[in-house]
């Protein structure tokens, strides 16, 4: 009784370091998202640098993340409930590092816009999408720390929101690079920065779903909203 009490102590601390890194991921990338965005407002070089070196940690850990997840599940081939877990925390540590690589992205292009930039209007819309985005994402940070799925399902249920802002981001940001052709590279670039937000909100939709999977044992019912009419517009309609 002692050796079976000890092996589930053990297992469960296990899980408990692989819950702990992935909430330890989710708060490096969520930084990292607000920081990139600071950077590129800003126009801050060495903080996008920061951000740049700071994605090094993130793959780092996902790496950590998922060895330790594979190692578990052959060493101690856990099911039902335990198994979700596992499972989740694979998922989540995925969409988690790609989050972080998207931030990294925005960081990049603050450098190669430099002094170009067209107007502040646009930054701000930016940076809307940005506040946004961090809110979704650290609700379902804490959806997972808080094993809370209505908290999941908030998120999960506001992804078009976030879609519906990056489209009238990319309406703007058009018309700007009709006005004068000298908008158009600072403006791509922009563009860039503002889908690679999107993106970032797209993860943490996923996020939800992986986190209400691990709670529930079923998946989301129905079809996730979706607003992003951006593929649809015609530059006639600007």
Not at 63 to 70: L, P, V
Not at 150 to 158: F, G, H, I, P, T
Request: charged content about 30%; overall charge negative.
């Amino acid at each position: 009784m002692v050796a079976n009490n000890h092996i589930v102590s053990s297992f469960n601390e296990e899980l408990g370091d692989i819950s702990r890194m992935v909430t330890e991921l989710g708060g490096i990338v969520e930084v990292a998202l607000l920081e990139s965005v600071s950077a590129l407002v800003k126009q801050d070089h060495r903080l996008a640098d920061r951000v740049i070196q700071t994605d090094r940690r993130a793959d780092a850990l996902f790496e950590e993340i998922e060895e330790s997840a594979i190692t578990l599940i052959a060493t101690r081939q856990p099911v039902a409930q335990d198994l979700r877990i596992v499972i989740a925390a694979i998922r989540m540590a995925n969409d988690l590092e790609r989050v972080g690589d998207l931030a990294k992205n925005i960081a990049k292009r603050t450098r190669a816009i430099g002094d170009d930039m067209p107007s502040t209007n646009l930054l701000h819309g930016i940076q809307r999408l940005a506040d946004l985005v961090a809110k979704q994402l650290n609700r379902v940070l804490d959806s997972f720390a808080q094993e809370d799925t209505s908290l999941a399902e908030e998120v999960w249920s506001r992804d078009d929101q976030v879609d519906a802002m990056y489209t009238s981001i990319f309406r703007e940001m058009l018309t700007y690079m009709m006005e004068n052709p000298r908008n158009i590279s600072p403006c791509a670039h922009l563009l860039f920065c503002a889908k690679n937000i999107e993106r970032i909100g797209d993860h943490a939709t996923n996020l939800a779903e992986t986190v209400y999977y691990k709670n529930e044992g079923k998946h989301l019912k129905g079809i996730r909203p979706k607003k992003d009419g951006s593929t649809e517009i015609n530059i006639s309609d600007i």
